[in-house]
């Protein structure tokens, strides 16, 4: 393990804070520090001047309440480094950003982990803790004196933890493959048996006045966003200024010469006998934040992989399935890129207080970027890999593309139940959440989403009745699009090219073939559209050859948000067997 290069990349930061607080725009460093022989990622916001001369660790709890409490987590970082304090965020050993080698997490570390970014973060200043859910109990659970304060919301023990992470992964057994063997499974996280029994000796935290431990309620910070869709995960209102207040009861007083830490931007890591080089980097126009991938020595013709995540999760979500891709992928020679998206993970707008709908142009734009951003990085064959909405991304940016670009891309189109061109159901989804929103591959068809009455229709007499009314006709168009969905789609295959092209167009079908046949008119694009068996099923798709570069396959232990070890186990294996069929083969 190595690390290498020092640097700042500055960070839009737009509008104010949830609590209606100014937010200052400060820069953001992102890489990598050592913690004994292992790397992790961290993020450091520089104080807004004057600083306060001390520096806070923000630690998020690990698994999805990574995903789901993202914005939560940045608007707190941002109102904090406005208030002058050098904010430093992270990501736990085996998890996000922080890469490993294997798929399977060393918990056991975790205490570890929390002592190496104090004490990096700290660089002779005094060193505050804030902490949510299990990462508040790891926090609480120190016993070394190198804290100055802590603050602990969502208090929970990491056997508490533990039970209700497993508990999500059995409810959704039925839609997922079954758990692999050894260790302890958790949605989008797998734990070693030795990391899971170090997890549950972390007790519950309780307020200690004398050790600086302070908790913070929910009357205080409003209900946190824990374990719920990332689509509805909204900042509480009171959150950043309840914990802004808590901290500043016993901060020091400003001090101008106070400068953040800088993570180094380059890092080696080992890989199946390979060495691999990570380098932070930016992306497109707006300088997104990105991760290039490589071995140390390449061929100028390697392969390019750019990956994207889907829906409103970070570049790199809980269980690291992209960047263990990538290492993976880098371990056999081939160039890797992954980059954050607008308005997700490090690109959150801190005047939105929850995700809004990302299918819209602007992830179409942005994976445009990602796929000439990779192009540059290589002469040979660039393969592009997305899941969900990034794959509903790739698709709609491929007819964008110069065709000396095209002709040695391959997208890899993974889960994407959305084939519309204007895919109207899922945009309304977004904005309503209505009885026209598609239903996830295994959810019950028979229970109707109600979109509930706004606060204007609250206030006006007769709002009520009017509501009624109108949720009760968009219920009925509702039902009877949903029918005519089903009937169509069922009859899909049966039918000419040019009708299902018009049925697809018009978004009366949602299934691939269509698309497919549009995609063969970029030139030299081939497509794969891959499927895991539930959705496969939901989009009507079966494997075999749609046209000369285009095809449907079929895997069988996929998952649709990969959320299963045996998905991303899967995926990553096909990614990289399919990226080394691609590079042997010339556009």
Known sequence: MTLSGLGRALRPVHGSGTDGAAVVETSVSHGWIPAGDRLLAVDVHEPAAPARGASIVLAAPPGRERVTLTRTVLHTARALAADGWCVVRFDWSGTGQSPASKDVTDAQHWSEDLTAVRDWAGQGQPVHGVGIGVAGAYLAADD????????????????QWLRHQSALRRMAGQSLPPRVAGGTELLDLHLTAEGAAAVKTVPAPAADPARGISILGEEETGPLPLNVHPRVATVPPGVTGAVVAALSEHAPAHNEGTTAPEPAQQATVEMDGTTVRLRRTTVGADRRPGIVTEPLERAADAPGLGLVSPGSDVMEAAGGLWLNTALLASSRGAVCLLAERTDTGELVRSDRSRNPNPYDRRTVAECRELILHVASLTDGPVTAAGICLGAWGLMAAARELPAQISARTTLDVINNVAWQRQPWRYWRQGLTEGPLAPRVPGEDPTADAVPAASSADAAAPDASALGSLRRTLTTQVGNVARTVVRGTRAKAHAASPRVNSLAATLGIIDVPQPELRRLERVPGLTVN???????????????????????????????????????RRAMAQFTVEQLAATSGVSH
């Open 529 to 567: 559209a891959v499927f895991g068996t539930l959705d496969a099923e939901f989009c009507g798709a079966e494997t075999g050859r749609i046209g000369p570069r285009s095809a449907v396959v079929v895997v069988d232990s996929l998952d649709h948000s990969m959320f299963s070890t045996a998905a």
């Open 144 to 159: 070394d004196e190198g804290w100055a304060q802590r603050v602990v919301m969502a208090p929970v023990s990491g056997k």
